[in-house]
Protein backbone atom coordinates (compact mmCIF):
# COMPACT_ATOMS: atom_id res chain seq x y z
CA UNK A 1 0.00 0.00 0.00
CA UNK A 2 1.14 3.54 -0.79
CA UNK A 3 0.80 6.58 0.80
CA UNK A 4 -0.91 9.15 -1.39
CA UNK A 5 -0.87 12.91 -0.52
CA UNK A 6 -3.03 15.07 -2.43
CA UNK A 7 -2.69 18.98 -2.36
CA UNK A 8 -5.84 19.69 -2.84
CA UNK A 9 -9.60 19.20 -1.48
CA UNK A 10 -11.86 20.16 -4.55
CA UNK A 11 -13.19 18.64 -7.11
CA UNK A 12 -10.33 17.22 -8.50
CA UNK A 13 -8.39 16.16 -5.57
CA UNK A 14 -11.23 14.38 -3.99
CA UNK A 15 -11.62 12.53 -7.38
CA UNK A 16 -8.11 11.46 -6.99
CA UNK A 17 -8.22 10.35 -3.10
CA UNK A 18 -11.19 8.10 -4.06
CA UNK A 19 -9.62 6.20 -6.79
CA UNK A 20 -6.04 5.56 -5.21
CA UNK A 21 -8.02 4.83 -2.29
CA UNK A 22 -9.91 2.11 -4.83
CA UNK A 23 -6.93 0.72 -5.40
CA UNK A 24 -5.95 -0.20 -2.76
CA UNK A 25 -3.80 2.84 -1.46
CA UNK A 26 -4.03 5.23 1.48
CA UNK A 27 -4.85 9.22 0.29
CA UNK A 28 -4.21 11.96 2.66
CA UNK A 29 -6.21 14.92 1.25
CA UNK A 30 -4.86 18.39 2.16
CA UNK A 31 -7.07 21.28 1.83
CA UNK A 32 -5.87 25.19 2.06
CA UNK A 33 -9.16 26.66 3.21
CA UNK A 34 -10.82 25.94 6.69
CA UNK A 35 -13.32 23.62 5.78
CA UNK A 36 -14.00 20.74 2.83
CA UNK A 37 -16.25 23.20 0.74
CA UNK A 38 -16.97 24.51 -3.16
CA UNK A 39 -17.74 27.71 -4.33
CA UNK A 40 -19.14 28.46 -7.66
CA UNK A 41 -22.57 27.95 -9.70
CA UNK A 42 -24.01 25.17 -12.22
CA UNK A 43 -21.46 23.15 -13.91
CA UNK A 44 -22.24 20.88 -16.93
CA UNK A 45 -21.23 16.65 -16.98
CA UNK A 46 -21.13 15.25 -20.96
CA UNK A 47 -21.65 11.21 -19.92
CA UNK A 48 -17.35 10.74 -20.10
CA UNK A 49 -17.78 12.73 -16.87
CA UNK A 50 -20.71 10.65 -15.04
CA UNK A 51 -18.76 7.85 -15.94
CA UNK A 52 -16.28 8.76 -14.39
CA UNK A 53 -18.04 9.57 -11.52
CA UNK A 54 -19.50 5.90 -12.06
CA UNK A 55 -15.94 4.51 -11.58
CA UNK A 56 -15.68 6.53 -8.55
CA UNK A 57 -18.55 5.25 -7.05
CA UNK A 58 -20.52 8.37 -6.78
CA UNK A 59 -22.42 8.46 -9.85
CA UNK A 60 -26.10 7.49 -8.69
CA UNK A 61 -25.50 10.61 -6.29
CA UNK A 62 -24.36 13.15 -8.47
CA UNK A 63 -27.59 11.95 -11.06
CA UNK A 64 -30.27 11.95 -8.00
CA UNK A 65 -29.13 15.93 -7.64
CA UNK A 66 -28.89 17.00 -11.31
CA UNK A 67 -31.25 17.99 -14.06
CA UNK A 68 -31.07 15.94 -17.26
CA UNK A 69 -30.50 18.18 -20.02
CA UNK A 70 -33.29 17.78 -23.25
CA UNK A 71 -31.14 19.70 -25.65
CA UNK A 72 -27.54 22.23 -26.30
CA UNK A 73 -29.60 24.81 -28.04
CA UNK A 74 -27.89 27.23 -29.88
CA UNK A 75 -29.15 30.84 -30.72
CA UNK A 76 -28.73 34.14 -32.41
CA UNK A 77 -28.66 36.62 -29.79
CA UNK A 78 -28.91 39.33 -32.18
CA UNK A 79 -32.42 38.07 -34.49
CA UNK A 80 -33.49 35.71 -31.76
CA UNK A 81 -33.38 33.31 -33.97
CA UNK A 82 -32.82 29.46 -33.32
CA UNK A 83 -30.22 28.65 -35.10
CA UNK A 84 -29.47 24.80 -33.78
CA UNK A 85 -30.35 22.39 -31.00
CA UNK A 86 -27.94 19.40 -30.20
CA UNK A 87 -30.83 16.56 -28.99
CA UNK A 88 -29.49 14.96 -25.66
CA UNK A 89 -32.33 12.56 -25.39
CA UNK A 90 -32.81 9.13 -26.62
CA UNK A 91 -30.51 8.89 -29.47
CA UNK A 92 -27.96 10.67 -27.64
CA UNK A 93 -27.72 8.55 -24.71
CA UNK A 94 -27.54 5.85 -26.50
CA UNK A 95 -24.92 6.49 -28.65
CA UNK A 96 -22.65 7.88 -26.02
CA UNK A 97 -24.42 5.47 -22.79
CA UNK A 98 -25.49 7.92 -20.63
CA UNK A 99 -27.22 12.01 -20.04
CA UNK A 100 -26.02 14.91 -20.55
CA UNK A 101 -26.60 16.77 -16.98
CA UNK A 102 -26.18 19.92 -15.15
CA UNK A 103 -25.49 20.13 -11.38
CA UNK A 104 -24.34 22.70 -8.64
CA UNK A 105 -20.70 22.46 -8.08
CA UNK A 106 -21.09 22.03 -4.62
CA UNK A 107 -23.71 19.00 -5.12
CA UNK A 108 -21.14 17.33 -7.02
CA UNK A 109 -18.25 18.28 -4.23
CA UNK A 110 -20.74 16.94 -1.44
CA UNK A 111 -20.75 14.02 -3.24
CA UNK A 112 -16.87 13.48 -3.34
CA UNK A 113 -16.95 14.17 0.08
CA UNK A 114 -19.32 12.26 1.24
CA UNK A 115 -17.53 9.01 -0.51
CA UNK A 116 -14.23 10.12 0.86
CA UNK A 117 -15.64 10.65 5.12
CA UNK A 118 -16.67 7.22 4.36
CA UNK A 119 -13.77 5.35 2.96
CA UNK A 120 -11.60 4.54 5.70
CA UNK A 121 -8.35 5.01 3.39
CA UNK A 122 -8.75 8.39 2.96
CA UNK A 123 -8.29 11.01 5.74
CA UNK A 124 -8.97 14.90 5.24
CA UNK A 125 -7.15 17.69 6.69
CA UNK A 126 -8.33 21.07 6.04
CA UNK A 127 -6.47 24.25 6.85
CA UNK A 128 -3.23 22.83 5.29
CA UNK A 129 -2.33 25.08 2.66
CA UNK A 130 0.35 23.22 0.53
CA UNK A 131 2.86 26.14 -0.65
CA UNK A 132 6.35 23.64 -1.84
CA UNK A 133 6.85 20.45 -2.57
CA UNK A 134 10.39 18.31 -1.94
CA UNK A 135 11.37 14.65 -2.61
CA UNK A 136 13.80 12.33 -3.30
CA UNK A 137 14.29 9.06 -4.41
CA UNK A 138 11.74 7.17 -2.49
CA UNK A 139 9.11 9.66 -1.04
CA UNK A 140 7.65 12.69 -1.49
CA UNK A 141 6.18 15.61 1.21
CA UNK A 142 4.12 18.52 0.82
CA UNK A 143 5.32 21.69 2.29
CA UNK A 144 2.75 23.84 4.48
CA UNK A 145 2.50 26.96 5.11
CA UNK A 146 3.29 26.91 8.69
CA UNK A 147 6.85 24.85 7.36
CA UNK A 148 5.22 21.54 8.12
CA UNK A 149 5.72 18.43 5.57
CA UNK A 150 3.62 15.74 5.38
CA UNK A 151 5.52 13.15 3.17
CA UNK A 152 3.95 10.11 1.86
CA UNK A 153 4.81 7.94 -1.81
CA UNK A 154 3.45 9.93 -3.97
CA UNK A 155 2.13 13.97 -3.83
CA UNK A 156 -0.28 14.66 -6.17
CA UNK A 157 -0.94 18.43 -7.33
CA UNK A 158 -4.63 18.65 -7.74
CA UNK A 159 -4.37 22.50 -6.61
CA UNK A 160 -6.04 24.50 -8.99
CA UNK A 161 -4.92 26.70 -11.66
CA UNK A 162 -2.79 28.74 -9.54
CA UNK A 163 -0.86 25.06 -8.11
CA UNK A 164 2.17 25.76 -6.00
CA UNK A 165 3.23 22.08 -7.18
CA UNK A 166 3.06 23.63 -10.57
CA UNK A 167 4.70 26.67 -9.66
CA UNK A 168 7.69 24.07 -8.41
CA UNK A 169 7.76 21.58 -10.70
CA UNK A 170 6.67 23.42 -14.33
CA UNK A 171 7.97 26.95 -12.82
CA UNK A 172 5.93 28.70 -15.53
CA UNK A 173 4.33 31.79 -14.14
CA UNK A 174 0.84 33.71 -13.84
CA UNK A 175 -1.92 31.62 -15.81
CA UNK A 176 -2.87 33.07 -19.42
CA UNK A 177 -5.39 36.05 -19.28
CA UNK A 178 -7.82 35.86 -22.19
CA UNK A 179 -8.97 38.96 -22.23
CA UNK A 180 -12.73 37.88 -21.64
CA UNK A 181 -14.50 38.91 -18.45
CA UNK A 182 -17.29 36.60 -17.50
CA UNK A 183 -20.53 37.66 -15.21
CA UNK A 184 -22.46 35.11 -13.22
CA UNK A 185 -25.58 35.13 -11.56
CA UNK A 186 -27.98 32.18 -9.75
CA UNK A 187 -31.49 33.15 -9.80
CA UNK A 188 -34.70 31.15 -8.08
CA UNK A 189 -36.45 30.26 -10.79
CA UNK A 190 -39.90 30.94 -9.33
CA UNK A 191 -38.74 34.55 -10.71
CA UNK A 192 -38.46 33.31 -14.32
CA UNK A 193 -41.59 34.20 -16.36
CA UNK A 194 -42.71 30.57 -17.49
CA UNK A 195 -41.75 31.78 -21.58
CA UNK A 196 -38.45 31.55 -20.55
CA UNK A 197 -37.71 28.75 -19.15
CA UNK A 198 -36.49 26.81 -21.76
CA UNK A 199 -37.03 23.80 -19.98
CA UNK A 200 -34.15 21.23 -19.53
CA UNK A 201 -32.17 23.03 -21.92
CA UNK A 202 -28.33 24.51 -22.07
CA UNK A 203 -29.23 27.91 -23.75
CA UNK A 204 -26.11 29.57 -25.69
CA UNK A 205 -27.11 33.56 -27.25
CA UNK A 206 -24.31 34.32 -29.75
CA UNK A 207 -23.32 37.52 -29.84
CA UNK A 208 -20.79 40.11 -31.34
CA UNK A 209 -17.64 39.79 -29.28
CA UNK A 210 -20.10 38.43 -26.52
CA UNK A 211 -22.62 35.42 -25.88
CA UNK A 212 -24.77 34.31 -23.06
CA UNK A 213 -25.20 31.16 -21.29
CA UNK A 214 -27.95 30.12 -19.30
CA UNK A 215 -29.56 26.34 -17.80
CA UNK A 216 -31.54 25.17 -14.41
CA UNK A 217 -29.55 23.57 -11.44
CA UNK A 218 -30.40 22.07 -8.50
CA UNK A 219 -32.62 20.07 -9.43
CA UNK A 220 -34.72 22.92 -11.53
CA UNK A 221 -35.02 25.29 -8.76
CA UNK A 222 -32.53 27.76 -9.77
CA UNK A 223 -31.82 29.34 -13.21
CA UNK A 224 -27.63 29.92 -13.76
CA UNK A 225 -26.80 32.46 -15.76
CA UNK A 226 -23.45 32.99 -17.01
CA UNK A 227 -22.49 35.82 -19.68
CA UNK A 228 -19.27 36.60 -21.43
CA UNK A 229 -17.76 39.93 -23.05
CA UNK A 230 -13.94 39.87 -24.91
CA UNK A 231 -13.46 43.22 -23.35
CA UNK A 232 -9.65 43.26 -23.64
CA UNK A 233 -8.93 42.86 -19.89
CA UNK A 234 -5.69 42.43 -18.82
CA UNK A 235 -6.05 42.25 -15.25
CA UNK A 236 -6.89 38.08 -13.22
CA UNK A 237 -9.92 39.54 -11.36
CA UNK A 238 -11.67 36.58 -9.67
CA UNK A 239 -15.24 36.70 -7.71
CA UNK A 240 -15.70 40.31 -8.02
CA UNK A 241 -19.12 42.10 -7.76
CA UNK A 242 -20.33 44.21 -10.52
CA UNK A 243 -23.36 46.14 -10.66
CA UNK A 244 -26.32 44.93 -12.48
CA UNK A 245 -25.85 48.34 -15.31
CA UNK A 246 -22.42 46.86 -16.12
CA UNK A 247 -23.59 43.57 -17.25
CA UNK A 248 -26.84 44.82 -19.21
CA UNK A 249 -24.21 47.39 -20.81
CA UNK A 250 -21.61 44.64 -21.55
CA UNK A 251 -24.12 42.84 -23.05
CA UNK A 252 -26.06 44.86 -24.77
CA UNK A 253 -25.52 43.49 -28.26
CA UNK A 254 -27.94 40.88 -27.31
CA UNK A 255 -31.44 41.78 -27.48
CA UNK A 256 -35.28 40.42 -26.96
CA UNK A 257 -35.36 37.37 -24.97
CA UNK A 258 -31.44 37.37 -24.05
CA UNK A 259 -32.30 40.94 -22.55
CA UNK A 260 -34.91 39.87 -20.59
CA UNK A 261 -33.38 36.82 -19.02
CA UNK A 262 -29.96 39.42 -18.12
CA UNK A 263 -32.09 42.30 -16.39
CA UNK A 264 -33.48 39.14 -13.87
CA UNK A 265 -30.05 38.27 -12.70
CA UNK A 266 -29.14 39.78 -9.52
CA UNK A 267 -26.15 39.93 -7.37
CA UNK A 268 -23.60 39.66 -10.17
CA UNK A 269 -19.60 38.45 -9.86
CA UNK A 270 -17.37 38.48 -12.68
CA UNK A 271 -14.10 36.94 -13.15
CA UNK A 272 -11.40 37.46 -15.84
CA UNK A 273 -11.39 33.69 -18.03
CA UNK A 274 -7.72 32.41 -17.75
CA UNK A 275 -6.14 29.32 -18.56
CA UNK A 276 -2.37 27.89 -19.77
CA UNK A 277 -0.76 26.86 -22.60
CA UNK A 278 -0.66 22.69 -23.00
CA UNK A 279 2.80 21.38 -21.62
CA UNK A 280 4.41 17.75 -21.74
CA UNK A 281 5.86 17.82 -18.38
CA UNK A 282 3.35 17.09 -15.77
CA UNK A 283 5.63 14.41 -13.91
CA UNK A 284 8.70 14.84 -11.37
CA UNK A 285 9.75 11.22 -9.91
CA UNK A 286 7.18 11.19 -7.61
CA UNK A 287 5.51 13.74 -7.88
CA UNK A 288 2.41 14.68 -10.37
CA UNK A 289 -0.12 17.51 -11.32
CA UNK A 290 -4.11 16.56 -11.98
CA UNK A 291 -6.64 18.63 -13.17
CA UNK A 292 -6.95 22.49 -13.42
CA UNK A 293 -2.94 21.93 -12.15
CA UNK A 294 -2.27 20.12 -15.24
CA UNK A 295 -4.24 21.04 -18.05
CA UNK A 296 -6.51 24.54 -17.19
CA UNK A 297 -8.83 25.18 -19.75
CA UNK A 298 -11.38 27.98 -20.80
CA UNK A 299 -14.88 26.77 -19.90
CA UNK A 300 -16.04 26.83 -23.41
CA UNK A 301 -16.43 22.99 -23.83
CA UNK A 302 -17.74 22.51 -20.44
CA UNK A 303 -15.34 19.63 -19.93
CA UNK A 304 -12.87 21.13 -17.33
CA UNK A 305 -14.80 19.17 -14.24
CA UNK A 306 -14.99 15.48 -16.81
CA UNK A 307 -11.42 16.08 -17.54
CA UNK A 308 -9.98 16.13 -13.70
CA UNK A 309 -12.52 13.27 -12.75
CA UNK A 310 -11.16 11.30 -16.31
CA UNK A 311 -7.67 12.02 -14.69
CA UNK A 312 -8.29 10.47 -11.32
CA UNK A 313 -9.82 7.58 -12.28
CA UNK A 314 -6.86 6.92 -15.07
CA UNK A 315 -4.47 7.80 -12.35
CA UNK A 316 -6.40 5.37 -9.79
CA UNK A 317 -5.83 2.41 -12.38
CA UNK A 318 -2.23 3.36 -13.04
CA UNK A 319 -1.50 2.91 -9.54
CA UNK A 320 -3.06 -0.11 -9.12
CA UNK A 321 -0.79 -3.49 -7.70
CA UNK A 322 2.32 -0.89 -8.23
CA UNK A 323 5.43 -1.94 -5.87
CA UNK A 324 7.17 1.20 -4.31
CA UNK A 325 9.77 1.66 -6.62
CA UNK A 326 7.25 1.54 -9.44
CA UNK A 327 6.00 4.50 -8.64
CA UNK A 328 7.63 6.99 -10.81
CA UNK A 329 7.21 5.02 -13.31
CA UNK A 330 3.50 4.47 -13.34
CA UNK A 331 3.15 8.55 -12.91
CA UNK A 332 4.68 9.07 -16.41
CA UNK A 333 2.10 6.18 -17.39
CA UNK A 334 -0.79 8.16 -16.47
CA UNK A 335 0.94 11.66 -18.22
CA UNK A 336 1.19 9.44 -21.22
CA UNK A 337 -2.26 8.19 -21.07
CA UNK A 338 -3.67 11.76 -20.58
CA UNK A 339 -1.49 14.36 -22.07
CA UNK A 340 -3.20 14.13 -25.67
CA UNK A 341 -6.29 14.13 -24.45
CA UNK A 342 -6.45 17.00 -22.73
CA UNK A 343 -4.38 19.31 -24.50
CA UNK A 344 -6.83 18.60 -27.60
CA UNK A 345 -9.98 20.00 -25.08
CA UNK A 346 -7.96 22.54 -24.00
CA UNK A 347 -6.95 23.85 -27.70
CA UNK A 348 -10.75 23.41 -28.80
CA UNK A 349 -12.28 25.25 -25.70
CA UNK A 350 -9.93 28.65 -26.90
CA UNK A 351 -10.68 27.73 -30.73
CA UNK A 352 -14.54 27.82 -29.91
CA UNK A 353 -14.71 31.45 -29.18
CA UNK A 354 -14.70 31.77 -32.99
CA UNK A 355 -18.38 30.12 -33.06
CA UNK A 356 -19.48 32.08 -30.38
CA UNK A 357 -18.50 35.72 -31.17
CA UNK A 358 -18.89 36.45 -34.51
CA UNK A 359 -20.16 39.54 -35.83
CA UNK A 360 -22.10 40.07 -39.66
CA UNK A 361 -21.27 38.40 -42.59
CA UNK A 362 -19.57 35.90 -40.05
CA UNK A 363 -22.08 35.41 -37.88
CA UNK A 364 -24.62 34.60 -41.01
CA UNK A 365 -22.69 32.17 -42.49
CA UNK A 366 -22.06 30.20 -38.68
CA UNK A 367 -25.79 30.05 -38.81
CA UNK A 368 -26.38 28.87 -42.12
CA UNK A 369 -23.98 26.09 -41.38
CA UNK A 370 -25.06 25.16 -37.89
CA UNK A 371 -28.38 24.83 -38.72
CA UNK A 372 -27.77 22.94 -41.92
CA UNK A 373 -26.04 19.92 -38.98
CA UNK A 374 -28.96 17.00 -38.46
CA UNK A 375 -28.60 15.35 -35.22
CA UNK A 376 -26.07 12.75 -35.97
CA UNK A 377 -24.04 15.19 -37.86
CA UNK A 378 -24.03 17.56 -34.21
CA UNK A 379 -23.73 14.11 -32.59
CA UNK A 380 -20.22 13.29 -34.38
CA UNK A 381 -18.92 16.37 -33.84
CA UNK A 382 -18.75 15.55 -29.86
CA UNK A 383 -18.43 12.10 -29.89
CA UNK A 384 -14.49 12.72 -29.55
CA UNK A 385 -15.56 13.93 -26.25
CA UNK A 386 -18.73 13.08 -24.84
CA UNK A 387 -18.34 9.30 -25.82
CA UNK A 388 -14.94 8.84 -24.31
CA UNK A 389 -14.83 6.23 -21.00
CA UNK A 390 -12.30 5.72 -18.63
CA UNK A 391 -12.61 2.61 -16.11
CA UNK A 392 -13.78 -0.79 -17.15
CA UNK A 393 -11.26 -2.97 -19.23
CA UNK A 394 -9.51 0.37 -20.65
CA UNK A 395 -8.43 1.51 -17.45
CA UNK A 396 -7.14 -2.21 -16.64
CA UNK A 397 -5.19 -2.15 -19.47
CA UNK A 398 -3.77 1.08 -18.39
CA UNK A 399 -2.41 -0.10 -15.60
CA UNK A 400 -0.73 -2.86 -16.61
Known amino acids: MAEVIVAGGGIGGLATALAVAARGHHAVALERADEFAE ?24 RAAAVRMAELR ?30 HRAELHRALLDACLAADAVSLYAGAHVVDYARDA ?33 GDGEPRISGISVYRAVIPMERVPDALRFDRSVVWWAGPGCHFVHYPIAG ?14 TEAVAGECVHRDRVLGELAALGGTAQRLLELGADW ?12 RWTDGRVALLGDAAHPMLHYAAQGACQALEDAVVLGARLAGARADELPQRLAGYRDARHERTTRITL ?53
Open 74 to 103: FMDGVTGAHVASLPLTEQYRRRFAGPYVVV
Open 138 to 170: TSATAVLADGTGITGDVLIGADGIHSAIRARLI
Open 348 to 400: AARDSIRLWHPAGAAAETRNALLGAMSADRLHDHVAWMHGFRVGGPRAEEAAA
Open 220 to 233: GRFLNLAASRADGG
Open 39 to 62: IGAGIQLAPNGLHALDVLGVGAAV
Open 269 to 280: KTWMLVDRDPVS
